[in-house]
């Protein structure tokens, strides 16, 4: 077997290094009003070798928060250590340490292109968003809240407490752009491809699925389910050239419209191809309404993690979870949206564990995860 080739590491930061740009464009942002509900995808990962990917791709993330936590450790005791340079200028100290969510994205990068290995395994839109979950503890450790209390120094934890790896939002202003975890397919093509021999015929639409009686099944999944292939073949754009021939482009994951699935592209150095991991969804129709509301819009569809979690049933002991949000007002009750409420308006002023049993009390009321500034599922 030839050893695999392996590109030349890229210039050390500030050699000819060129960055992107701040956004000339208005910005995509969420209404004030408008929640980001979650939900949780089990995905099958019953393949040898996607499993083996996922293991490596959380062991290079965890290698690359390790060393993120390392680094700021290091630089918020050099902030406090400078007495006199803190308490003259305490903007241009931590400006000149480095000390920000840009520098530390800055060293997440320099991490992921000074390493020969991280890049057949970690993009730097992952390292990017790991580097801004560290940079959270960072900062509620510099500012204190209203009652003047500080977090604690940012330390390493350990690997068996990394079981969540943030991913990128899709774009909501451009069109078939969505980097890292990337959710591909449609509730229908997913019932249509798993439909239960014994579902009515009449039945061809996840609405309807969700009318059925209590005890119906919907879905006949098998326990090893196939990752779906990838699109093939030529799709025409509508448009035409000089000559009046029509133009086509090539099949991509955004024209799969069967099995719902999620894709991850890999490393810019990866030659393994796209790591396809189908989803499994609950089979039963109790459960129908609940994916209805969820799954059926794509243009709702905001982001994917990708989430590990103890399961001694499991292959490796660790079950593979996709925790998907979506843009939409959360189906509450009014008295959990004034819990909301109250603690959004005075966030600063609660500690975690209270913001986290009341975390747990909404998910016991509607069954449902919730994520936002300050409550990360």
Not at 13 to 26: A, D, L, V
Not at 37 to 65: C, G, T, Y
Request: aromatic share 8%; proline share 8%.
């Amino acid at each position: 077997m030839l050893p695999q080739q392996r590109s030349a590491p890229a210039p050390a930061p500030g050699e000819g290094r060129r960055f992107r740009g701040p956004n000339r464009g208005e910005p995509w942002q969420r209404e004030r009003d408008v929640a980001v509900s979650v939900i949780r995808l089990p995905l099958v990962v019953q393949d040898p070798a996607a499993r083996h990917r996922v293991e490596l791709l959380f062991s290079a993330m965890w290698q690359v928060k390790r060393a993120l936590q390392r680094d700021a450790r290091a630089v918020v005791d050099a902030y406090w250590a400078g007495e006199v340079r803190r308490e003259s200028d305490p903007k241009a100290w931590r400006a000149e340490l480095g000390l920000s969510r840009t520098g530390l994205e800055h060293r997440a990068y320099a991490h992921v292109e000074r390493s020969r290995w991280l890049g057949d395994h970690v993009s730097k839109a992952l390292a990017m968003h790991q580097a801004d979950e560290v940079w959270a503890g960072v900062a509620r450790h510099l500012s204190p809240d209203a009652s003047g209390r500080r977090a604690g120094r940012p330390k390493t934890g350990s690997w068996w407490e990394y079981t969540r790896i943030p991913g990128r939002a899709r774009s909501h202003t451009t069109d078939r752009k969505w980097e890292t975890f990337r959710l591909h397919g449609t509730l229908t093509g997913h019932l249509n491809t798993y439909r239960h021999p014994a579902l009515p015929e009449h039945v061809t639409t996840p609405a309807q699925a969700a009318t059925l009686p209590p005890g119906t099944s919907v879905l006949a999944q098998p326990r090893k389910t196939p990752a779906p292939p990838r699109p093939t073949g030529r799709i025409a754009t509508g448009t035409s050239d000089q000559k009046g021939r029509p133009r086509t482009r090539a099949a991509t994951w955004f024209d799969h419209t069967g099995a719902l699935t999620v894709v991850f592209a890999g490393g810019p150095g990866s030659r393994d191809g796209d790591l396809v991991l189908p989803v499994r969804l609950p089979q039963g129709t109790g459960r129908w309404p609940y994916l209805a509301h969820y799954l059926s819009d794509p243009d709702l569809w905001h982001k994917v993690d990708l989430v590990r979690r103890r399961d001694a049933a499991a292959r490796a002991c660790w079950a593979i979870s996709a925790p998907w949000s979506q843009v939409s007002d959360l189906r509450r009750c009014p008295g959990s949206r004034a819990i909301v409420a109250a603690m959004a308006s005075r966030t600063s002023s609660i500690s975690a564990p209270v913001m986290a049993a009341a975390a747990r009390r909404l998910q016991r009321e509607r069954g449902i995860f919730m994520e936002s500034s300050w409550l990360v599922e």
